[in-house]
């Protein structure tokens, strides 16, 4: 039997790499229309690509901000996705002055300018010992800034680009992937399937 | 570490894939879909799709195979040609495409690369460049598939594109391309020199050898056609023997 699994329009998201993959894991993806649905669905997808201030926009724009904040506090099943999960974070470099959901305490900072960026490509994500969802394995990349650091109360996974930073965290039924689990191949798809029936890696 | 990228490249017209030797004498290669789906078990990064019809009614098919591709593709999935707007761009990325490659139009209205990326976000937009050497050491983008010759320097057409917003450079070589005799590893270089967006190296290549060098020239990922879609090898033959050389692809 499907769960219901709503997905938030962020204006800015590519919808349909998201929605193809869950279609293959056997789960049809409908966008959100209400707080009130943010708030209660089943489950409950933040994609993003593109900029955070535009994202964080749409999001108050609908008045959505508190009921996404709600769900994340209360525990409901979410998966935020690369930009997705910098939104859940306090502010971000690329859009200063731009608050975010707060969820998670700390600020998305650019990678460094040495380096190849966009960071676009695979990337091995290494998860800490505990981690409900993720296992080791490639992930695929797309992005400028990053999360180096999050409170001790997060589970987190790390990948190394230029210096560590954040790949992936998890509380609960919180799952946030700087990567794109949809582009992932089957280790994605794998990801997907555990968090969509809240199954733990190894059960 | 970022692994480099191996990435098939679909040239598709009329819904079929097809290849040539510099963009001419274009044959058969199947089913746009089928082909995705064998790479994709193979080992391929990202698959990059693009479109050489040479009508609008062709160009029509691009949607739908985009769309098609999608739903069986795990990776990632860039789609360029005829793209000349931001709802070209629009219905590609609604279809499934993840990045969109520009190349005539973008030469033609620089303005293009900010619209996409500022719509859309930098790693979003790539920037397909041909370019045909014009003297030792200089290339020139080449337009409207190899058939005109626009004298632009491409060393500072890549520089520009990047500050307007290419998220990524697809750069191929026109003297090489479809040739087997190796990717133009100055031309990588040479770019490389000039930006610090990924290069996807593209023209030339024949053997697992051809792709470290362009890696070792400068290039984040190397794309193959011609020897993939014959048959000589795979995805996965060419990982291996990078793998044994000491290149770290993803397994």
């Not at chain 1, 997905?7 to 869950?22: D, E, H, Q």
């Not at chain 2, 274009?26 to 479109?51: F, H, K, M, N, T």
């Not at chain 2, 000349?84 to 520009?102: I, N, P, Q």
Request: hydrophobic residues 45%; contains cysteine; charged residues 20%.
């Amino acid at each position: 039997m499907s769960v219901e699994v709503v997905v938030v329009p962020t204006g800015t998201a590519n919808m349909a790499s998201v929605a193809a993959a869950f279609r293959r894991i056997g789960t049809e993806l409908s966008e959100a229309r209400s707080s009130e649905e943010i708030r209660s669905a089943d489950r409950l997808v933040l994609p993003g690509v593109g900029a955070f201030a535009a994202a964080m926009e749409r999001i108050d724009e609908r008045g959505w901000r508190q009921a996404l904040v709600d769900r994340i506090d209360e525990g409901r099943p979410t998966l935020a996705i690369c930009l997705g999960m910098q939104l859940l974070c306090e502010k971000s470099e690329e859009s200063p002055g731009v608050l975010g959901l707060g969820v998670v305490s700390g600020t998305v900072t650019r990678l460094p300018e040495h380096l190849t960026v966009p960071q676009l490509g695979w990337n091995q994500v290494m998860p800490a010992p505990g981690s409900r969802f993720l296992m080791p394995g490639w992930a695929y990349f797309a992005n400028s800034y990053r999360l180096t650091s999050v409170p001790d109360d997060w589970t987190c996974a790390r990948t190394s680009y230029g210096g560590s930073f954040v790949s992936a965290i998890e509380r609960g039924n919180l799952l946030a992937c700087q990567f794109h689990p949809e582009l992932s191949g089957d280790w994605g798809s794998e990801l997907l399937s555990r968090w969509l029936n809240g199954k733990r890696v190894r059960s | 570490m970022l692994a480099p990228r191996l990435i098939p490249c679909l040239d598709v017209k009329d819904g079929r894939v097809v290849k040539g030797v510099r963009f001419q004498d274009l044959r058969d290669a199947g089913d746009p879909v089928l082909r995705a789906s064998a790479y994709q078990d193979q080992g391929a990064d990202e698959i990059v799709i693009l479109d050489v019809s040479a009508t609008p009614e062709g160009r029509g098919h691009a949607v739908d195979t985009t769309l098609m591709v999608r739903q069986v593709l795990s990776i990632p999935l860039t789609v360029g040609g005829g793209v000349r707007g931001v709802d070209d761009a629009r219905s590609l990325l609604e279809a499934g495409a993840d990045k969109v490659s520009v190349n005539t139009a973008a030469v033609k209205r620089p303005a293009l690369l900010a619209e996409l990326a500022g719509r859309f976000g930098s790693q979003c937009t790539v920037l397909a460049v041909d370019a045909a050497e014009s003297s030792p050491g200089r290339w020139e983008v080449v337009v409207n598939g190899g058939r005109t010759r626009t004298g632009i320097d491409v060393e500072a057409w890549v520089a520009e594109a990047a500050l307007l917003g290419a998220g990524e450079i697809l750069l191929t070589s026109w003297d090489r391309d479809g040739t087997r005799s190796g990717y133009d590893l100055d031309l990588i270089a040479a770019v490389a020199s000039v930006v610090t967006v990924p290069i996807i190296a593209s023209g030339g290549a024949d053997n697992a050898g051809h792709l470290h060098d362009a890696l070792a020239a400068g290039a984040t990922a190397v794309l193959a056609a011609s020897i993939l879609h014959d048959g000589d090898t795979t995805v996965g033959s060419l990982k291996d023997e990078l793998l044994a050389n000491g290149t770290r692809v993803r397994p």
